[in-house]
């Protein structure tokens, strides 16, 4: 109530300030330097620069509307320019406008004022960012363990995100499969502790790796690497309610940046058989710029939990992820390329003892045009809790942006799965599209 | 196990923090950072996150800038969703309360400043990279950047006020300045008021604004998309049309397609950076419209555009 109570006032200011005269605006725009004591003289002078700029200003005015008016009588037809732009003000006078509320999804000046005490005219700017993007895959080719199905609305990811309160912001992610529906990621974020932990709680990806911290959206290939699969948790991955701080460590060197993590312990790898049983995720990231266009970004991460096998069993995860970036700045929209790899060690204890596994991936893509990039992926990993049997396979990844708002990728999918005879040759396609204010994700 | 955690996190949480004596400003861009540095003098310390040579739409969010605002004091960003890309996630990790959207030393440079092309009625990305806050590239009117250096005054003096009257002396002097230098571009650009031009993206409105100039077309068929071959063939036609003989490109795009462009139509492809540092010569905001408005009359008098 307090909000709605300040913010009426807050709105007739604002809506003053849109209405307000250009040329007092612009006086009000250059008001004398604070501190310095005006003389006559100058304030004369600049009233008379004001005039001139206004004379020109109009002088201009005049003699588009006049060019436009011929333009009109000789019956030509519209300048290409107005069929791209969205209503081209004709010749709008000089606004200052300060009224558009930051963040305010329709922005401009309001065409009318608001209607107040209609809860719906003002409770709509607070309105989070909401987007919905839509990650359809089809696979086509044989695969032993039937893999993706031939045409499927993969899922469908909203997000809700907005600024909470002048302490937080807030982040929703919600999936809906084709048959079911989660909560991907949903946690609120404080950005400015004090000591300088940015501190997050709520429903998390864990801050294992890199892929696993991506939402398949966000991911350069259309499915998972093996090792994604094998041993940390396939697609929904290592994902769970708990707290996460982070830090930066103060270095002359490097950014450092550790991230401790504590999680209930109901993800795919970690089940809590009691409530002590919490699982805990520990992150180290080391990043480094060669020059405006490499940059280096090395990562270790640490996962311990009990994995519900039987009462006291656990699991361990050690991770090692390591990115090479280069994208010259001058041409950065059309050209870049990255290489990645992620090395994962499991030991999941059992009922019989305990397995070692280790996976991994190597990816290296490379953009060609504006809209074009392709991929190369190596997978290989052994599998948690079956020692000795390894997965093995590549992928050639093909990936067509029309916009930043939606995407065409195929995938070439080679794989042996270690207990079948004949490697599955599979091809992925995908439709990834997207509509709303998306938050801009992490680097 | 959970000790070591708890003992992590402790660790974590107590190592200090590095003071420093000149204000650190952040700006997003290098036009930004040069106003501050013309009010600032030496009692500002700026950094820019972009270089004037890159599009800045599309600027990474890498970690080595989260550095750089966590120590920051002012962070100074053009605004309109310019950088809503990559600057929201670098603010965000930043731990710099300071700095937070709404917090003091966050100055939206574009809300003093003449905004054009706000978007009146609805819009669609049917449309495009449509910004719907108005066109961000505002900084191309020196009226535009005088409100701009005197809302960093502002700023500056309520942030520092022991030093008000110096930045007070400094903007004052770079008023003058910038007045001495727009009577010169006047002059300059006298003789071509109305002047056709085409440009690659819609970077130029309040360029064009200023020194009256008239936009009549872009390479790409909507803000943000790559030029298709129908739009160019439609171009070329509304160019010879005209008869426009000046095609701006910023530095950052392709010249394929404008260098085409220009084959058909006989227009000048003019490669003009919008920012400070887009080339060696600009050192400076005023040096910035030198460079290209002294770019600009030499292609008018090649070409004899009208």
Redesign the interface.
């Known amino acids: 109530m307090y909000q709605r109570v300040c913010f009426v006032p807050g709105l007739v200011l604002a809506a003053s300030g849109v209405l307000a005269l250009p040329a007092a605006a612009r006086a009000a ?2 008001s004398p ?4 004591a005006p003389t006559v003289a100058d304030d004369v002078g600049e009233l008379r ?1 004001e005039l001139e ?1 206004l004379r ?1 200003d109009y002088a ?1 005015r005049i ?2 509307i006049e ?1 436009r008016l011929l333009a009109l009588e000789s019956g030509r037809s519209a ?3 107005s069929e ?6 004709p010749r ?1 006078a ?5 009224a ?1 509320p ?1 963040g305010a ?5 309001p ?1 009318t004022l608001p209607v107040y005490g209609g809860g719906a005219a003002s409770s709509k700017i607070f309105n989070p960012d909401i987007s919905a993007i839509g990650n359809f895959v089809g696979a086509a080719g044989p695969s032993p363990g039937g893999g993706e199905p031939s045409l499927n609305m993969q899922e469908a990811e909203l997000s809700f995100q907005a ?1 909470v309160d ?1 302490y937080a ?1 807030a982040d929703f992610f919600v999936t809906l499969g084709p048959d079911e529906v989660a909560l991907e990621e949903g946690y609120i ?1 404080f ?3 004090p ?4 501190t997050k709680i709520g429903k998390m990806r864990d801050a294992f790796g890199k892929v696993n911290g991506q939402h398949a959206h966000t991911l350069p290939f259309i499915d998972r690497p093996l090792v994604t699969t094998n041993l940390t948790g396939g697609e929904d991955g290592l994902a769970d309610a708990g707290i996460s ?1 982070a ?4 270095n002359p060197w490097l ?1 450092l ?2 991230t ?1 993590q ?1 999680y209930q312990g109901s993800s795919e790898v970690f089940k809590a058989p009691t409530r002590g049983d919490v699982s ?1 995720v ?1 992150h180290l ?1 080391a ?3 060669v020059g ?1 266009s490499t ?1 280096i ?1 090395l990562g270790g991460s640490i996962a ?1 939990g009990h994995n519900g096998a039987t009462e006291d069993s656990t699991t361990r995860l050690f991770g090692v992820d390591a990115t090479l970036r280069w ?1 010259p ?6 050209t870049h390329l990255l290489a990645r790899g992620e090395l994962t060690w499991s030991r999941a204890g059992a009922s019989d003892g305990s397995f070692d596994a280790v996976g991994g991936y190597g990816y290296l893509e490379y953009q060609f045009g ?2 074009w990039t392709a991929g190369v992926r190596y997978d290989s990993s052994e599998r948690a809790q079956e020692p000795g049997l390894r997965d093995e396979g590549g992928s050639f990844i093909l990936t067509y942006k029309p ?3 939606s995407l065409v990728r195929a995938q070439y999918r080679r794989t042996s799965f270690a207990d079948s005879d004949s490697p599955a040759n599979e091809l992925l396609f995908q439709f990834l599209f997207g ?1 709303g204010a998306h ?5 | 196990m959970r000790l070591l955690s708890i003992a992590t996190l402790a660790v974590l949480a107590c190592v200090p923090r590095a003071g420093a004596a000149a204000l650190n400003v952040v700006a997003s861009t290098e036009d930004l950072a040069d106003l501050t540095r013309q009010v600032g003098g030496d009692r500002v310390r700026v950094e820019s996150i972009s270089r004037g040579y890159q599009d800045p739409h599309f600027v990474e969010a890498k970690p080595s800038f989260i550095l750089k605002l966590a120590k920051a004091e002012l962070l100074v960003a053009v605004g309109r969703e310019l950088e809503i890309g990559w600057l929201p996630p670098l603010i965000q990790q930043s731990r710099n309360a300071r700095i937070q959207p709404g917090a003091d030393g966050y100055l939206d440079a574009s809300l003093t400043a003449k905004i054009l092309e706000i978007p009146t009625t609805q819009i669609t990305r049917a449309m495009g990279d449509v910004h719907p806050l108005g066109n961000p590239h505002y900084w191309l009117d020196p009226g535009n950047g005088r409100r701009v250096a005197k809302a960093i005054l502002d700023k500056l003096s309520r942030t520092a006020p022991a030093d008000a009257a110096y930045f007070a002396s400094r903007y004052a002097d770079f008023d003058k300045r910038l007045a001495d230098a727009e009577k010169r571009w006047d002059a300059l650009l006298a003789p071509y008021k109305g002047l056709k031009i085409v440009t690659y993206h819609r970077s130029w409105p309040n360029f064009a604004d200023r020194f009256a100039l008239d936009v009549i077309g872009y390479v790409e068929p909507r803000p943000g998309i790559p030029p298709s071959p129908g739009h160019t063939i439609d171009l070329i036609a509304e160019m010879k049309r005209q008869n426009v003989k000046i095609l701006i490109v910023e530095p950052y795009f392709d010249l394929k397609t404008p260098q085409s462009i220009g084959r058909e139509t006989g227009a000048k492809v003019l490669v003009l950076p919008p920012s400070v540092g887009g080339e060696k010569e600009i050192t400076d905001y005023i040096s910035l419209f030198d460079y290209d408005l002294k770019l600009l009359v030499a292609a008018i008098q090649e070409t004899g555009a009208k």
């Open positions: 725009g250059q330097a604070v501190g310095t620069r700029t020109q201009s003699a588009a060019s300048p290409i320019a791209t732009t969205p209503a081209p003000e709008p000089p606004q200052i406008t300060a558009v930051a999804a329709t922005g401009g000046a065409a600024v002048p912001r974020t950005p400015a502790l000591g300088g932990l940015l701080l830090r930066l460590i103060p950014f940046e550790a401790g504590v805990y520990g990231r990043y480094q710029d405006e940059n970004d311990y994208k700045l001058r041409r950065s929209i059309y504006r809209r916009s930043e708002f509509i938050g801009a994700h992490p680097f």
